[in-house]
């Protein structure tokens, strides 16, 4: 039974580390997926048949189930190769995880390589700690009789005290593990984890293990790290760097950490990576022009008074003088009544004054303006719906009390607030995607997608902030927004990632991946 | 400290005997030591030259590197000229690094070693950069990361 599992899991692998004609790696067609370099077993892949145009087929690892594979492979090529583990680990980590090149260049030229990695031939015995007549270390100079001694097969020898020192100051304090050379002097011998587990205390097992487990994840170009703070998590996806102009691979960490797989950013959907590191950049350069011109503070258009956002709606109303207007246009609100939202979209000026350069440039400002002031709006929204959602809580068990509706049925609450949530994100990046496009008729398609998603956040938000008695009876409602808001955010992201994917957006700046 | 016995070592050999060019000026304590160094040959960039070293020991000594910079003096006035030497006195070495120490080396290795690297040296100039790097750094040698692009000076 045992050699026939053996025989399974080597046979799946070994398909799965075939990578170089994985073109695309996009998840739609599950047949190129097959080919993908996962670096984990088959079988445990899931594939959901619903899966969206924008979302892409990953899985979340825990430090165990890296350990656990990583033992399982050095354990597959130990046996190809002849060698035992802990020599099969250290050539393994030489050749970055890549298996069948590893495999090739040892039959090729065994030797050389064994040589390369500071391990030569003839392993024979377990290392062991001796004492040696007449020996001084040439670290502390130490000489006296009875000194317990260390050397590998390179034969530099050390005292063991020294030997230990040695090891947890590279382990602890430089964060090394899979590369640690002997401390004699030009030696290229790496020290292997049998001698490191004769040498080095329990508690700094662990840690090399941690550090091991982290250069295989930093090694395998299928693997990294949640970017969250004190995440242990690690993700598997197929999606390659090149893709990464096609293709925007959102992925959601169990520790609830949505971020972008491509460059781990916070999950950006729907602009690709090459034009979010270009935005975050002019966002850098600019930014202060922009606060300069746009602080925190707006003025009502009609009394003057300083206001400053704190809650999530742009309905405003001024306290002074009741003055109803749009926090993003500064318009009248009762205007938006009717044509509703119209003030997503740039309008862009007529030709006639583009020859004057200093007109020119400050529409340009002007236009960078535009997103930047909206694509700021909602980050910052986004953090006034959290405090919200902090609140939320507490809501809930008011309403609970007040309206004697059980804990299932107030859970809206809490949907629509991570709705509301991840439609921020999205719109956010949308006026970042929006200032790089190019003016067409998708451009047309997805300011209208936008304007949607936009009126159906608006609409919920302003709900939300409604007070705890009213909350109850917008139930429905509140419900019907939600699902809304997600249906309109879906629409809107497998519009943008089809396109992407299809190449039919047109930028005004070159992106490169 | 294991640091302090390796000194003592190294402190007896040292006062023992010296390479040509080497001379210990001050090893008053374990943890900061002067040496001066010259140039032998009849390199025109060092001729006539003593130059003066500072190292500084933690108590990681030796498996840690020693912090080693030239310094200058009344009777050393000079910081050598050398694309690896910046004016402020902080060398980029390999040897210096963690990546190139070894507890092997010691206090005479390194001193030959930098003998050497102005020996074999015949450019007149600074590393890239070195103004703004001496009006900014504030940091600890050790603690800046040298990218050793040039393996031949």
Request: hydrophobic share 30%; aromatic share 8%; net charge negative.
């Amino acid at each position: 039974m045992d050699s026939d599992d053996e025989f399974h899991s080597g046979q799946s692998s070994d398909d799965f580390m075939i990578d170089d004609d994985s073109d695309t790696g996009l998840p739609e067609d599950d047949s190129d997926i097959d080919e993908v370099d996962i670096g984990f077993e088959s079988q445990e892949k899931i594939t959901k048949p619903g899966r969206k145009s924008y979302e892409v087929e990953f899985k979340v690892y825990s430090p165990q189930d890296i350990q656990s594979y990583q033992d399982k492979q050095i354990d597959e090529v130990s046996t190809i190769l002849g060698q035992p583990p802990e020599i099969t680990a250290i050539l393994l980590r030489h050749m970055r995880w890549n298996k069948e090149r590893l495999i090739e260049q040892y039959m090729d030229a065994q030797e050389q390589m064994l040589e390369n990695v500071g391990l030569d031939q003839d392993i024979a015995g377990p290392p062991r700690i001796e004492t040696k007549k007449n020996f001084m270390c040439d670290i502390c100079c130490d000489d006296q009789p009875g000194l317990e001694t260390f050397a590998m097969k390179c034969g530099h020898r050390f005292c063991v005290p020294c030997y230990k020192h040695y090891l947890s100051r590279k382990i602890k304090e430089e964060g090394e593990a899979a590369r640690i050379r002997c401390p004699g002097e030009d030696c290229n011998r790496i020290v292997d984890s049998k001698s490191l587990d004769l040498l080095v205390a329990t508690d700094l097992k662990e840690r090399y293990q941690e550090l091991l487990t982290r250069t295989y994840v930093d090694d395998k170009e299928n693997l990294k790290w949640c970017p969250a703070p004190n995440c242990v998590y690690a993700v598997d996806c197929g999606v390659k760097q090149r893709d990464l102009l096609k293709i925007v691979p959102t992925v959601h960490c169990d520790c609830g950490h949505n971020f972008c797989f491509g460059c781990t950013l916070t999950d950006h959907q729907p602009a690709p990576c090459a034009l979010v590191r270009k935005w975050l950049k002019k966002c850098e350069d600019d930014s202060e022009t922009a606060n300069w011109i746009s602080a925190n503070t707006k003025e009502c258009p009609k009394c003057r008074s300083t206001i400053e956002k704190n809650g999530g709606c742009n309905h405003m109303t001024c306290r002074k003088c009741r003055h109803e207007f749009c926090w993003m246009c500064m318009g009248v609100w009762s205007e938006h009544g009717t044509s509703w939202y119209s003030c997503n979209r740039y309008e862009e000026k007529s030709g006639s004054d583009a020859r004057d350069a200093q007109a020119k440039s400050r529409q340009s400002l002007e236009r960078y303006l535009h997103y930047y002031n909206r694509y700021a709006n909602h980050e910052q929204s986004a953090k006034l719906d959290k405090d919200i959602y902090i609140k939320t809580e507490k809501k809930m068990s008011q309403l609970q009390n007040s309206s004697g509706m059980s804990w299932i049925e107030v859970q809206f609450l809490e949907e629509a607030s991570r709705a509301l949530q991840q439609c921020r994100q999205t719109l956010k990046w949308t006026y970042a995607f929006a200032f790089y496009l190019a003016r067409n008729n998708q451009t047309e398609i997805f300011e209208d997608n936008q304007k949607d998603l936009e009126m159906a956040v608006e609409n919920l938000s302003e709900m939300f902030e409604k007070p705890v008695d009213q909350l109850a009876k917008l139930k429905v409602d509140m419900l019907d927004k939600t699902t809304y808001c997600n249906k309109r955010r879906v629409i809107l992201l497998s519009d943008t990632a089809d396109n992407l994917k299809a190449g039919k957006w047109e930028f005004n700046v070159e992106l490169t991946g | 400290m294991s640091a302090t016995r390796r000194l003592q070592k190294e402190l007896l050999k040292l006062q023992e005997h010296l390479p040509p060019g080497i001379s210990l000026v001050q090893a008053d304590n374990f943890e900061t030591w002067l040496m001066d160094i010259k140039v032998l040959d009849d390199n025109p960039l060092y001729r006539g030259d003593t130059y003066r070293l500072k190292f500084h020991f933690s108590s990681s000594y030796p498996i840690e590197a020693p912090e080693v910079t030239f310094i200058t003096s009344p009777t050393t006035p000079k910081i050598p000229m050398h694309p690896h030497v910046y004016s402020n006195g902080i060398i980029c070495l390999d040897l210096l690094d963690r990546q190139g120490w070894s507890p092997v080396h010691n206090v005479e290795s390194v001193c030959m070693s930098l003998q050497s690297m102005l020996t074999g040296n015949e450019k007149n100039e600074r590393p890239p950069g070195d103004a703004d790097f001496v009006k900014s750094n504030r940091r600890r040698p050790r603690d800046i990361s040298f990218y050793f692009h040039d393996e031949k000076v």
